[in-house]
Structure formats: C-alpha cells, structure tokens
C-alpha cells in the first residue's frame, strides 16, 4: 500500500507546488495561509532542518493524499508496522483511555484496536467508544463504507458536545470500558472552561481540561498513541507504555503532551491542525524577540486571498510578521 502512497504523495507535491506557484501573485486560500502562518512562528525559532515552507508544502500534499485515502476505505486494510501492541492490549483489558491527536493516517487507528477488541482484550459487554465532535459524528456517519469498518471493529461513535459526556465517560471507565479521544480537538467536555496551559514546540497553547480530571478521578491507564510514516514511506502506528494520571492536572497535561511533542518535532508535516493552531496558542516565541526592522523587513511573501469584510494578510516568511493589508 504505501508504494502507492509514495507516487500518489509525490504526485500530489507536484501539484501543490504548481498551484501555489500560480496564486502566488493573487493570493492563497486563507486555510493554507493559517497553515503556513502558524509553522513558520512555532517552527522557525526552532531552526528546523528543513524551510518551514517546504513543510507547509508536504503538509498539503499530505492532506491531499489521506483525502483519497478517505474515498477508498478498503485500500489501506493493515499497518506496515504495528509497536506496542502489549500496550494497548493491556489498556484495553483494564478499561482505559486510548488518547491520540489528528496527526498521521488518522482514519485508521481502528484497524489495530479492532484486532485486539475482535481477539477479547476487553470487557465484552461493554462498547469501544470513538468519543468525536458532534460535526464530525455527523460526517462519519454519512460514510458507508467507513461505518462498516467501524461496526467491523466494535466501536461506537460519540458525541464529545454532549452535556453529559464528562459522567458518561468517567462511568465508562469505571466500570472497565475503553474509548479513544483526539487531544487536540478543542471541542466538549461540557462547561469547563478551566483551560489548562501547556508548552508546545516553541509557543505555548491553552487546551481543554475536562479529559485530563475525568482520568485523574478514574485511576484508570491511559495509553497515548500516534500514527505516523517512516522515511521510506510505510505507514506506522507506536502505541505507548499506559500510566495513571496524578491529581495534578497541569502535570497529568504535560506528561500526554510530550511524546506528542516529540513526534510533531520529528515529522511536523503530518499534523493536520497546522491550519487552525493559532486558535490555541497564547504565547508565541517570537513575541520575546525585540523586531529589528533591516532592509527586507517589509518583504511580503505570501499573501492570503482577499475576503470581503475580512482584507488580505502577508506574511514575511523570515521575521514570522503578519501584516493586514486591509
């Protein structure tokens, strides 16, 4: 499969680049913009191996070739390479939390668990539950063949903007069931707005706090995961040792964050929130170096295409600068 996914990448990098090529001089989508925007401040002051647009490119090729991937469900069906397996047999026998973040081939997390769930790893009479927001619920539910898979794999959708979702969960655990959650998405938990801070690459973000105290209470593993690419193109999902999470919700935070952190450091195009970061970060890098403003300081780069009632935005590449252009 992922000899397919290598052409099929490439195939689509060619695209980017020649699409961005030509809306260079007009203006790009405003998504893209935010994308290019956002790996540019948390990236640059990090001095990457690679430019940050030269991500921002294979992050859109990317998110191209998993959208195909998405039309045809049947065409990926098994992992390349599959780590940690005792990890999440082990969380799923006890009752626990699978948590993972929308970063790599994440439409198929259920192939591995479904395996384990299929195999008995679990309270039987209990569900699997895929706790999503309730657009995305909505959305899934619409795809035939990738509700079937889900069905196929003993996993019920859940709606995470239900008011009752922190007891649901927390009774679900109790009682040893297991569910998967995305970290990342900043949607649910009912009312509490008791944001939690947290160092990211180089900026650092607010994120909801209702997971991380629903866990703590429960006492119950917690396995963080993450699907991902090798470099030469095999598609790779690495399940982590389980732990417990303290009553301390900021350590409890940063303790599911760090491999995360690691991860997007090593691989940074296979995020696909690039392009809606900005919403959660409160503090960037960059904000603590004093501008210089040198010949080319004004040099605009990337401009956003123009929205009524909204203007244009450029971005200097280099300095991370976002200018309104009105």
């Known amino acids: 499969m992922m000899k397919d996914f290598r052409s099929l990448y490439t195939f689509h990098r060619e695209l980017v680049q020649d699409q961005l090529s030509k809306e260079r001089t007009a203006g790009i989508q405003l998504g893209y913009f935010y994308a290019l925007m956002n790996i540019v401040k948390e990236l640059a002051p990090l001095q990457p191996a690679m430019s940050p647009e030269s991500i921002w490119m294979d992050y859109l090729a990317f998110l191209r070739t998993i959208d195909e991937h998405k039309k045809s469900p049947f065409s990926f069906m098994e992992w390349d390479e599959v780590e940690g397996r005792e990890h999440l047999r082990a969380t ?44 995305t619920v909505k959305q899934e539910q619409k795809l035939e063949a990738w509700n079937s898979i889900r069905q196929y794999a003993g996993a019920e959708l859940l709606n995470a903007e239900d008011e009752m979702i922190g007891i649901r969960l927390y009774s679900h655990l ?21 944001a939690v801070e947290l ?37 790779k999902i690495v399940f982590l040792p389980p732990f417990t999470l303290e009553e301390d919700i900021q350590v409890s935070a940063e303790r599911v964050y760090e491999p995360f952190r690691a991860q997007l450091w090593r691989q940074p195009a296979l995020w696909r929130f690039w392009d809606r970061h900005h919403q959660q970060v409160i503090h960037w890098k960059e904000d603590e170096i004093p501008i210089r403003l040198d010949e080319g300081e004004n040099r605009l780069d990337w401009f956003s295409r123009p929205l009524d009632g909204f203007g244009q935005l450029g971005l200097n590449t280099e300095s991370g600068m976002i200018y309104n252009l009105g």
């Open 92 to 135: 799923l026998k006890e009752g626990g939390a699978l948590l993972t973040w929308h970063y790599g081939f994440v439409r198929h997390n259920m192939i591995t668990i479904g395996q384990e769930i299929r195999a008995g790893h679990v309270n039987a009479k209990l569900p699997f539950y895929l706790v999503a927001e309730q657009g």
């Open 174 to 194: 109790r009682k040893g069931g297991s569910f998967n959650l995305f970290v990342d998405g900043q949607t649910g938990f009912n009312t509490d707005n008791r």
């Open 199 to 235: 160092p990211f690459l180089s900026s650092r973000i607010r994120t909801r706090s209702g997971i991380f105290r629903i866990l703590a209470r429960a006492r119950k593993p917690v396995c963080p995961y993450f699907m991902t690419l090798t470099e030469d193109f095999r598609s």
